[in-house]
């Protein structure tokens, strides 16, 4: 931990032991048009309340977890 700005070390998040946190969501769910579907997109979109620098990334942060940059934050991939 970076005692100073209170956060995981980058060294370390890019070793081994770092690990990328994703949000799984079934995809009829995501692309649904009710009501569903629009708060899981507000939540976990590209522009959703938990990739915005003045929504939950702070949240996130405040954790001392790192953050992903906001091209890669709230991408869809499809395994």
């Given at each position: 931990?970076?005692?100073v700005n209170r956060r995981i070390n980058l060294p370390f998040a890019s070793s081994p032991f770092g690990y990328v946190l994703s949000n799984t969501v079934r995809s009829a769910d995501w692309y649904s048009t009710d009501a569903h579907g629009n708060a899981l997109r507000a939540l976990f979109g590209p522009t959703g309340?938990?990739?915005r620098f003045n929504g939950g990334?702070?949240?996130v942060?405040?954790?001392g977890f790192l953050t992903l940059s906001p091209g890669a934050c709230g991408a869809v991939v499809h395994i």
């Open positions: 931990m970076d005692q309340w938990i990739c990334a702070p949240a942060r405040s954790y």
